[in-house]
């Protein structure tokens, strides 16, 4: 009777509560859906110059992925595996470090021929990384792992193989070996697509009245100039269409539409961020109507910049662009522009020498000179003024894996990721580094760079300090075995190298050693199994667990960190290729191709000759787990 009043007075309530309507932001006039971005300016590989361009990007915008911490990097997942990351087409497979984010997006995009803008806008499109601020490490991983929002359809759970921030932008590998695109290269595929020879481009799969949504069937991919009708995300802006058709303008677009097929909100959300930060090209100059300094975009930020630089960079301020003060306050006030990066300068009162690089004026020593072959003799006089204007970086630094000691101190240091890491003697010897290729420097100029951890062991080497623990040396992080995946992966105790704690505490920790694909793995104290596979782990069913006799398979008993490390594959362990099987509730046929359930038609069921005497019957909660594939029609 209590429970009644209550519903009896929640429905009389809602009779007298007002309408609630949320203001909805309206939509930029000059917005063309059918041209999100020129082809020219989608594949300008040299807006940012350098990794160190896009670092100062993500800086100047409070964004989460300036974070340089080795413990953020971790959350990258970069995989330590030269091999793995040369299939995939990774420019710089072998540093020996895990990179940044700015790092990982210039390499990716310049491996790709795109726009590193183009990334780092779909990074806010998908996930807002370049503003948002995460409150928690659990949010925040999530988002990494789904940067670019690739091998997420809207409709289903993401693909397991891509949830890492790596994995979106260079893609990985399935368990045949075969490779999958990540998001850089399927959008400069689908932007220089072919078709007998004819640059068409490859937009998103239509039906046959032209339509990129509903269940199909589809029957070619869009192209340059089609006209494609899209269905729309409702509720995020004024007056969007359910239903929109375009026409797809240019060779950018079309890739943009094939990437995420929606004008609202995705499309949209991409041209309005492109717009806010990257409207002008680099170098266009603007100006207040008020005030007469000139101003040169760069990256999305605005810079002064002296004549000198003007000259040499050929920026041509004749016809400055005047800007209202609120369009002026979009633009973040960045450092003064400098020369172009390589230009040796000195300033009219001293004679300190300065290489222009990566956004900072560095100071030349003699040996960095003599090493880089740097002519002196070419360095331009300027204005002491304009000289200290432009940000000092640090000393000049010796070649990468340069080996270097003070004169006055028995340390030797390596240079390597910008700063210098001090190396013991055990990882010395390790490394089977030569006393010969040190390079004795004055003291004051090895003070000068700046100082990093120690040197770790090279990867793959086998660690352990004081404690039993054992380790694996990737990529400059400690990755901790349990003994059965030490016993498994056939590694020897004797190869054990011994460091000290100190050198050991150095080590970032990384995750735990997984097992190798295709080992059954679980907890020993929770029933359930799973399947090691494309580094995942996929539960297996008891269905299949029985199907494919993996009984017969040893189980590998694994901690409860250990399993959680391994990323959850979005669908359960399949049957065997070519099982046939039903659910009891259904008179639906699956073939096992590729592991996807694959409906196949009565025809082709007769066609290959297949009995129904050998079609497995399954619960249908076992059924609705598995991946399904295209119908098999013949």
Known sequence: MFIKKILSSIIIAAFFLPTISFAQEAINPSFDPGFLISDAAFADTGTFGSSTGVQQFLESRGSV??????????KLREPADVALKTALEDIRPNLGRLRTAAELIYDAALGAGLNPQVLIVTLQKEQSLITKNFTTDADL???LDRALGYGCPDSQPCQASFLSFYGQFFGTLDVAGDRWLGAAKSLSKSFSHEVNGT????????????????????????????????????GGFAGVQAIQTITLKNFA?????????????GNYNFWRFYNEWFRYPNGTVIKLSSDSTLWVIDNGLRRTFSTFVAQQRGINISNPIVVSPTEFASYIEGSRYLPKDGTI??????????????????????????????????????????????????????????????????TVFMILGGVKRPITYAVFIQRKLNFADVALLPPAEVSEIPNGPLLPPSDGTIVRGSGPAVYLVENGTKRIFSYNVFVQRQYSFASVVVLSDEEMNALTVGL????????????????????????????????????????????????????????????????????????????TVYLVENGQLRPISYEAFVARKFKFSNVVVLDPADVAVFEKGEVIVK
């Not at 677009?253 to 909100?265: G, M």
């Not at 029985?546 to 490390?565: A, F, G, T, V, W």
């Open 199 to 234: 640059r068409v481009g490859r937009g998103p799969l239509i039906d046959a009245q032209n339509q990129a949504f509903g269940s199909g069937p589809f029957v070619r991919a869009s192209r340059i100039n089609d006209t494609v009708i899209f269905q729309n995300t409702l």
């Open 253 to 265: 677009t079309t890739a943009l539409y094939r990437y995420t097929p929606h004008v609202f909100n």
């Open 65 to 74: 992925l300036a974070n340089t911490d080795p413990v953020f990097l971790t």
């Open 141 to 143: 991983q999530r988002a």
């Open 345 to 410: 300068i000195k300033s009219d009162a001293e004679t300190v020498y300065y290489l222009i690089e990566e956004g900072k004026r560095r100071k030349i020593t003699d040996f960095t000179a003599k090493q880089r072959g740097l002519n002196i003799a070419a360095a331009v006089t300027l204005p002491q003024a304009e000289v200290q204007s432009y940000d000092l970086g640090s000393i000049l630094l010796p070649l990468e894996n340069t080996l270097i000691k003070a004169s006055d101190n028995p």
């Open 512 to 587: 735990p050693v997984a097992p190798q694909d295709n080992t059954l793995v679980k907890l020993v104290d929770h029933p359930a199994i799973y399947m090691v596979s494309g580094g995942a782990k996929a539960h297996v069913t008891a269905a299949v667990f029985n199907l494919r006799k993996l009984y017969l398979q040893p189980i590998m008993i694994l901690s409860s960190h250990e399993l959680d490390s391994l990323p959850q594959a979005v669908y359960s362990f399949p049957p065997a290729n070519g099982t046939l099987l039903r659910a009891s509730d259904s008179q």
